[in-house]
T-cell receptor
Framework: GAGVSQSPRYKVAKRGQDVALRCDPISGHVSLFWYQQALGQGPEFLTYFQNEAQLDKSGLPSDRFFAERPEGSVSTLKIQRTQQEDSAVYLC???????????FGPGTRLTVL | AQSVTQLDSHVSVSEGTPVLLRCNYSSSYSPSLFWYVQHPNKGLQLLLKYTSAATLVKGINGFEAEFKKSETSFHLTKPSAHMSDAAEYFCVVINTGTASKLTFGTGTRLQVTL
C-alpha cells in the first residue's frame, strides 16, 4: 500500500543555495512531522502540522528553515542559504488524527558542499 | 521534558542467542514509549508501542518489551537473534498529553554474527 513518500531521495547543494524537500503523507493523515537526523544520531524533531496549521515549530534550528503545508496534504521543507551543518537526513512522518503512531518516509539525504 | 537514554550504542550477539537492548526514560507525565528499527537506506519502522495498557508489549518479528515504572525502563528483548535483525534500534518517548513530537534516543546498533 501507499506509504509516506519523500523527494528527492538525495540532494547535493552548494553552500549558500536554497533547497526544497517534499513530503507526501499517507492519504487521510491529518498530522505531519519533520525530523532531522544527523549522521550517527537519532532523529530530532523540527516541526509539526495538523492539517494546514503549523502547531509546533520549536525544533527548527534557525530562521533559514521554513516549512509549509498549504492544503493540509503535501508539505515542503525549505532551507535557505544552506550551510554545511545542514547536511543530514530529513525525515517526514504522518499520523491519523489522535492516533499517535507515526509512519515514516524513507528520508531525503541532504549533502551541503 | 521527556527523554530517553539508550544505554548501549552497540550490541553484538551471535545468531540464535538472546537480544537485550536497554532503554531508560524520563517523563513528567504518563509516557507512551516505542521502539523503532532502521535498516540501512530504509525508513524507520515501528517494532512495538506501549500506551498504558499491558506492561508487556509484543511487537513484530518476535520482539517484545516490558514497561517497568519502578525502574523507568523499557528494554527490548528477543529470545533468538536472526541475521536479518542487524539494524539500528531507537527507543522513543512521547507524552500522551501533547500527542505531538517524538523524542528519540541516540540509537543502538545491533550486530548479529554467525
Amino acid at each position: 500500500g501507499a506509504g509516506v513518500s519523500q523527494s528527492p531521495r538525495y540532494k547535493v547543494a552548494k553552500r549558500g543555495q536554497d533547497v526544497a524537500l517534499r513530503c507526501d503523507p499517507i492519504s487521510g493523515h491529518v498530522s505531519l512531522f519533520w525530523y532531522q537526523q544527523a549522521l550517527g544520531q537519532g532523529p530530532e524533531f523540527l516541526t509539526y502540522f495538523q492539517n494546514e496549521a503549523q502547531l509546533d515549530k520549536s525544533g527548527l534550528p534557525s530562521d533559514r528553515f521554513f516549512a509549509e503545508r498549504p492544503e493540509g496534504s503535501v508539505s515542503t521543507l525549505k532551507i535557505q542559504r544552506t550551510q554545511q551543518e545542514d547536511s543530514a537526513v530529513y525525515l517526514c512522518a504522518s499520523s491519523f488524527g489522535t492516533i499517535i503512531e507515526q509512519f515514516f518516509g524513507p528520508g531525503t539525504r541532504l549533502t551541503v558542499l | 521534558a521527556q527523554s530517553v537514554t539508550q544505554l548501549d550504542s552497540h550490541v553484538s550477539v551471535s545468531e540464535g542467542t538472546p537480544v537485550l537492548l536497554r532503554c531508560n526514560y524520563s517523563s513528567s507525565y504518563s509516557p507512551s514509549l516505542f521502539w523503532y528499527v532502521q535498516h540501512p537506506n530504509k525508513g524507520l519502522q515501528l517494532l512495538l508501542k506501549y500506551t498504558s495498557a499491558a506492561t508487556l508489549v509484543k511487537g513484530i518479528n518476535g520482539f517484545e518489551a516490558e514497561f517497568k515504572k519502578s525502574e523507568t525502563s523499557f528494554h527490548l528483548t528477543k529470545p533468538s537473534a536472526h541475521m536479518s535483525d542487524a539494524a539500528e534500534y531507537f527507543c522513543v518517548v512521547i507524552n500522551t498529553g501533547t500527542a505531538s513530537k517524538l523524542t528519540f534516543g541516540t540509537g543502538t546498533r545491533l550486530q548479529v554474527t554467525l
